[in-house]
């Protein structure tokens, strides 16, 4: 069925069975956050002293099945994020998951549509990244249900069944069910030799870690050697403080990874239109690849402009790690004001939103290189970005994934890195459970983690705070 209450499978049953018989008894959320602070790791020119976080929720039913879910935060902040999740709660709790899988579609409406909730968004902000992490823990339950990996799930649904789970209101003058089923159906040839493929090399990766803003010129020297040693070939750099420290830095990075590799940079919206133009003109010489939110994640018109300044230097524009939802991608992707298209996998609504977008680029002609790097990114974007390969791009050219090095150790099936490419999970559902005694230890800010940074004064305990005011 799709979101409208249409029969898109033409009379035929669905390739695979729905689980009956499941309900979702609880959805619970938590507040986990890491101190990347202490060592400027993640930090760029608008986000200065980020502590890696997230609001990790867990849907429970009543089986031993579990659903795992998250959205990436950045320290302040994540305790509205978990009420948010707390208040949409009550729209899951007591359904059936094969109610939900049937007509995915209808339920995302659902979910971001409740009539007095949509006022505080509507589909973006808070509620919208809420929103992503309950849908999140929705499609790790259901891959676990069917004892597959995420984007074997994906991968595995036929085309009518997979377009029902997307609500195209606001996106049908650029693709419609009907067109999206047809590009489904054109990838089906050759899938099968497509994921032996993906299963053996992998898919490409590019690295971050060596680019941080806050890091000495030393350590970025130091860590281009090692990514460069692991196979990477291609490198991002944040810029957009100080120029001459951003040609320093540019140049270091050159020096060592040459000019037969990639390199990108990442300005995270920190100019003006103007600004942005200028500044690139003074890196161009270094070659870059793309630069990255180059101005205002809202400003399709300023990406434009920023655009075809640049073209004749050879500098794409990516963006969309903070665009909010499917219309804005929409905007971007319709006016040519984004050459790299970067989802997220939980700044719009889940992965229902995120395949209109997939579904958008495709017939589009625009490369999707997601984003990725904070807690549980990486885990999760391979699968979106996997399942793109096997049905419905059919190819990584110019196409790959950002990895950063951080985490991953809190995961129980973490990303697998060989050869710069990340490698095909096997592991049912969507890499997103954390490991318990991780969740328990960095939970914000109860945790053991926390209150012994409280007791050495790395961080200010706000229960201590409160009792001040």
Same mark, same amino acid.
């Given at each position: ?90 729209? %899951?709790?007591?359904? $059936? *998951? ?7 579609? !209808?339920?995302?409406? /659902?979910?971001?549509? @409740? ?59 650029? %693709?419609?069910?009907? $067109? *999206? ?7 089906? !040839?050759?899938?099968? /030799?497509?994921?032996? @493929? ?272």
């Amino acid at each position: 069925m799709s979101d409208d209450g249409r029969d898109l499978s033409n009379g035929k049953s669905p390739a695979m069975p729905l689980p009956h018989g499941i309900k979702i008894r609880n959805v619970h959320v938590r507040d986990i956050r890491f101190p990347t602070s202490l060592r400027a790791d993640g930090s760029d020119a608008m986000h200065t002293d980020p502590d890696y976080s997230c609001a990790y929720v867990v849907i429970y039913t009543d089986k031993e099945v579990e659903g795992h879910g998250l959205t990436f935060t950045l320290g302040r902040g994540t305790e509205i994020v978990v009420q948010a999740v707390k208040t949409l709660a009550r729209l %899951v709790e007591g359904q $059936e *998951a094969a109610d939900i899988f049937q007509n995915f579609g !209808a339920f995302w409406r /659902k979910l971001t549509s @409740e009539s007095q909730l949509r006022w505080i968004g509507p589909e973006k902000g808070v509620v919208h990244l809420a929103t992503a992490a309950i849908v999140n823990a929705l499609w790790d339950l259901w891959a676990r249900l069917e004892h597959k990996p995420l984007w074997k799930l994906l991968v595995d649904l036929e085309p009518e069944q997979l377009v029902s789970a997307i609500d195209f209101r606001y996106i049908s003058d650029v %693709v419609t069910k009907e $067109e *999206a089923i047809e590009m489904l159906k054109a990838k089906k !040839a050759g899938k099968e /030799k497509r994921e032996e @493929e993906i299963r053996v090399t992998g898919y490409p990766a590019y690295t971050t870690q060596v680019g941080w803003l806050g890091y000495s010129t030393e350590k970025v020297r130091q860590l281009c050697h090692e990514y460069l040693a692991a196979g990477f070939t291609s490198f991002k750099v944040k810029v957009g403080q100080n120029l001459e420290d951003d040609r320093k830095r540019c140049r270091i990075v050159r020096e060592v990874i040459g000019y037969d590799k990639k390199m990108m940079v990442d300005a995270n919206q920190t100019w003006d239109v103007a600004e942005a133009i200028e500044w690139m003109k003074q890196l161009a010489e270094f070659k870059p690849v793309w630069i990255e939110e180059p101005t205002s994640p809202d400003d399709v018109l300023g990406h434009l402009a920023i655009g075809k300044a640049l073209k004749p230097l050879g500098i794409g524009i990516a963006t969309g790690e903070m665009c909010c939802n499917r219309v804005l991608f929409k905007q971007f992707l319709q006016s040519g004001a984004m050459q790299f298209c970067q989802i997220d996998s939980c700044r719009i609504g889940g992965v229902n939103e995120i395949l209109s977008v997939y579904l958008m680029a495709q017939k589009l002609g625009v490369p999707v290189c997601p984003h990725a790097g904070g807690v549980g990114l990486c885990e999760m974007v391979q699968h979106l970005q996997i399942f793109d390969f096997v049905a419905l791009s059919g190819t990584s050219e110019g196409r790959m994934i950002e990895f950063v090095d951080q985490q991953h150790e809190h995961f129980e099936n973490p990303t697998v890195i060989k050869h710069a490419h990340y490698m095909a999970p096997t592991a049912p559902g969507y890499s997103t459970k954390m490991k318990p005694e991780s969740a328990e230890a960095y939970e914000y800010p109860v945790g053991s983690k926390w209150q012994e940074m409280f007791k050495e004064g790395l961080f200010k305990d706000p229960a201590k705070e409160s009792a001040l005011n």
